[in-house]
């Protein structure tokens, strides 16, 4: 029997600065989703029983103080967010954001970003950072991203990611921008969330969107517009073992997606020296589409034919700009959204 070598790819040594740079902007981007908040956790322990252990006390001080900032619009640094970092990151797939309609900044917003991918790098790079020109496409807007609120009890870690514009995804938080009179807010949610990820195979467009009317219901409540977005692209930057739904895998990781909040998609790519596998994404294209809003009238108390109605005006929105610009980005006319 031949026994079967795995043969590894070795980047070039001759690579050239520009290219180490996008590699080495998104390898701190991996670490960061993956790493930094264990990492800050451990570090917080670590310290108290050590001679610096006054940092951890004073800020766990700091840390009481300041506990209801992320339920109040966290605390956005532009400076963190216009880093030239976020620039090489941009580069690196390269990532762009398109605009098919003014957002008028009078009113608030809930963009709906599909779909999630693995580590939503379109979101957060179009979103969370100044790379892809978003004040400047849309001035008088500012984004407010959701994450999981687990996140925000990391030590160290929340004030990190509060810089870049992530608040809470719980209602009272992710509600508070919206309740802005002047209006010039927006909350962008990736709507299938955690779940969706799980579905975030190179070549599908699975929308995890048939039953998710959370979200209209806020947009209604708080007379919100409501933005469609999809990011094409998403899905393309990592390989993940296949787990189709009814298999052992995918029934242990929605299980453990259940009991822990997050889901544990087994994604593989390429590595830093090498592009054979490791946790760094393909260098494959995002195009970002921010579509056109929805306009959505203000009621405390929607019914549910009235959530119905929008829920269905969103997925046909959603539908028709998938449908309007999949032929720019090399998707067959024949392929359309599976909402599940």
């Keep these: 029997m031949v026994e079967r070598k795995m043969k590894i790819d070795f980047a070039p040594v001759n690579v050239p600065l520009q290219r180490r740079l996008q590699t080495a902007a998104v390898a701190q981007w991996v670490f960061c989703f993956l790493g930094l908040a264990p ?37 956005r640094a532009p400076f963190l967010c216009g880093l030239k970092l976020w620039k090489h990151m941009r580069d690196y797939f390269p990532i762009k954001l398109v605009k098919t309609a003014d957002l008028d900044p009078r009113h608030n917003y809930i963009l709906g970003f599909h779909p999630h991918g693995v580590l939503v790098a379109g979101a957060f790079t179009n979103f969370c950072t100044y790379a892809t020109g978003f004040p400047q496409l849309f001035p008088g807007i500012t984004s407010y991203m959701l994450m999981l609120p687990l996140w925000f009890r990391a030590p160290f870690f929340r004030d990190y990611i509060m810089c870049a514009g992530l608040i809470p995804s719980d209602k009272e938080s992710a509600t508070y921008p919206l309740r802005m009179r002047r209006g010039g807010s927006a909350v962008v949610i990736a709507v299938g969330g955690a779940p969706e990820a799980l579905d975030a195979h190179p070549g599908t467009f699975n929308v995890l969107l048939a039953n998710k009317k959370g979200f209209i219901k806020m947009a209604i409540e708080n007379g919100a517009h409501l933005v469609p977005v999809f990011s094409f692209g ?86 028709n700009l998938f449908d309007e610009h999949k032929g720019k980005y090399g998707i067959d006319k024949d392929v359309h959204l599976n909402f599940v």
């Design 234 to 319: 998403e899905n393309e930057v990592f390989d993940q073992v296949e787990n189709p739904r009814g298999t052992w895998l995918r029934w242990v990781q929605e299980k453990l997606q259940s009991i822990m909040g997050i889901s544990l998609p087994l994604f593989h790519a390429r590595g830093i020296f090498q592009y054979s596998f490791g946790l760094m994404p393909y260098r494959r294209p995002i195009h970002t589409v921010v579509g056109r809003p929805i306009k959505v009238e203000k009621k405390r108390k929607p019914t549910a034919e009235e959530l119905d109605a929008l829920h269905q005006l969103y997925m046909d929105e959603l539908s």
């Design 39 to 75: 990492t800050c956790i451990l570090l917080f322990f670590y310290l108290l029983f050590t001679r610096f252990w006054l940092i951890s006390v004073l800020y766990a001080v700091w840390w009481y103080y300041d506990y209801d900032t992320p339920a109040r619009g966290g605390r």
